[in-house]
């Protein structure tokens, strides 16, 4: 019987920045991931017989991401960090693509920015802090619609502290950056090092914990055996995989819902799209919350552009919207992909929900990693894991 010093369920981002500390602690750890591919929510596609790709999930990286920098300088990868060009965002508003500082009512924002340093994010909303700090009419028109962008889902209910968490700048690296191979080549790399064990194409069904040792159970009645364990799924999954043998760590992680995203990838000729090189677009009235393009990454033959799409919308409803707002027939899509994908709503009560969690984890050798604990981003997810891998090392290192 094998037994590994860490077993890791989820090779997402966050499974695999613990697998990467793990691999450095010399541990026996492998990463367990249901689907064929490691990368989860970070999914660049490539397009067949071209040299283009377009993400279809996370797509931007800031400074402010220093864990997931040290990762890519362990990897050797950042000589891929490419800068953002500073190409602007606009908005689709009224099926007319308008530019943000035209919809804002700059009285409106002078008179209300002073509150800006004087208002406190804990324990407000979005919603309630944002309205505060740019006036309702600009939190209306505007500011709503950008967060929603920002997250892919309604973002009025989320925690104002977790949108945009303050985090110390890497002022080496460009402000905002993109990767020139995709952000799923950060995956590919982590995975790629020496000793590195994962087992793609396992999902694991259940999990139990005796006398210090846990045992996993894959779709096709494998066992693994692992003396610490990180979770590193989607809340929900955390959910039904716990519910046995830690029932009292659910409490605290079943009430968070999740919004689901369609996001469809859609490659054009470059000659096709008369739309002037943009960032993104964000919607204010649409079936989409926000569309990302490649034009950072320029490219002589093609354009790309990823739409979000809000859950429930149809696929003809989709192309439909892709044409109107790129102003081209369905024929001029030359390749397209969808990938649906979600994400945790995260609302009022969550802090002191993980208060509650942490509590009942701290003395287990049981690791939780994702991005239901800090925030949504890359970097959210990949400081829980190095949290978490300290916290374990005292299971480990003795
Ligand atoms: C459209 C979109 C755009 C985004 N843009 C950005 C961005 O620009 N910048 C940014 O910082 N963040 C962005 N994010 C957020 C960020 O990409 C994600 O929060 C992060 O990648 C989540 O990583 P994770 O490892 O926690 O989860 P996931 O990536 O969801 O990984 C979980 C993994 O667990 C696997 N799994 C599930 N069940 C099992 C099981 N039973 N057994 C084994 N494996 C299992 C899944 O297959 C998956 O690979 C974006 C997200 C979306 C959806």
């Not at 003395?363 to 990693?369: D, E, F, I, K």
Request: hydrophobic fraction near 35%; proline fraction near 5%; glycine fraction near 6%.
């Amino acid at each position: 019987m094998k037994t590994y010093d860490m077993l890791i369920v989820g090779g997402g981002i966050s499974g695999l920045s613990m697998a990467h500390y793990a691999l450095r602690s010399n541990w026996r750890s492998a990463v367990l991931e249901a689907t064929p591919e490691v990368g989860g929510l970070l999914h660049t596609t490539h397009f067949e017989k071209t040299d283009f790709w377009l993400e279809l999930g996370g797509h931007s990286l800031f400074n402010s991401y220093r864990h997931l920098l040290g990762i890519l300088k362990d990897v050797e990868q950042l000589e891929q960090v490419q800068k953002k060009t500073g190409l602007s965002f606009q908005l689709w508003q009224q099926n007319m693509l308008s530019s943000i500082p035209s919809q804002l009512s700059f009285p409106r924002l002078l008179l209300n920015i002073p509150k800006l340093f004087i208002t406190r994010k804990n324990g407000l909303s979005v919603a309630q802090y944002y309205r505060k700090v740019v006036g309702d009419y600009n939190y209306e028109h505007v500011f709503r619609h950008a967060f929603n962008a920002v997250i892919s889902q309604p973002a009025d209910a989320f925690p104002a502290d977790l949108l945009f968490r303050k985090k110390p700048r890497d002022k080496t690296q460009p402000r905002s950056m993109i990767l020139t191979q995709g952000l799923q080549s950060i995956a590919e790399a982590i995975i790629g090092q020496n000793n590195f064990e994962c087992l793609t194409g396992t999902e694991i069904k259940a999990i139990t914990y005796q006398e210090g040792l846990f045992e996993l159970t894959d779709q096709q009645n494998k066992k693994y055996y692992s003396r610490t364990l990180t979770l590193a799924t989607p809340v929900a999954t955390t959910v039904s995989l716990l519910k046995t043998a830690f029932p009292q760590l659910c409490e605290s992680l079943q009430h968070i819902p999740s919004a689901n995203i369609q996001s469809l990838g859609v490659l054009v000729d470059a000659s096709a799209v008369s739309l002037k090189p943009v960032g993104g677009i964000i919607a204010t009235d649409a079936a989409f919350y926000s569309v990302v393009s490649r034009d950072p990454l320029p490219n002589e033959r093609y354009r790309g552009f990823t739409f979000h799409f809000k859950p429930q919308i149809d696929e003809k409803t989709r192309i439909n919207t892709v044409c109107k707002v790129l102003n081209i027939t369905p024929e001029q899509i030359l390749q397209q992909k969808t990938r649906y994908s979600s994400l945790p709503s995260l609302g009022a009560g969550h802090h002191q929900n993980l208060a509650h969690l942490q509590k009942n984890l701290d003395s287990l050798p049981l690791a939780l990693t994702g991005n239901y604990f800090y925030g949504l981003s890359i970097e959210d997810c990949v400081s829980r894991s190095m949290m978490e891998y300290q916290r374990l090392q005292t299971f480990l290192d003795n």
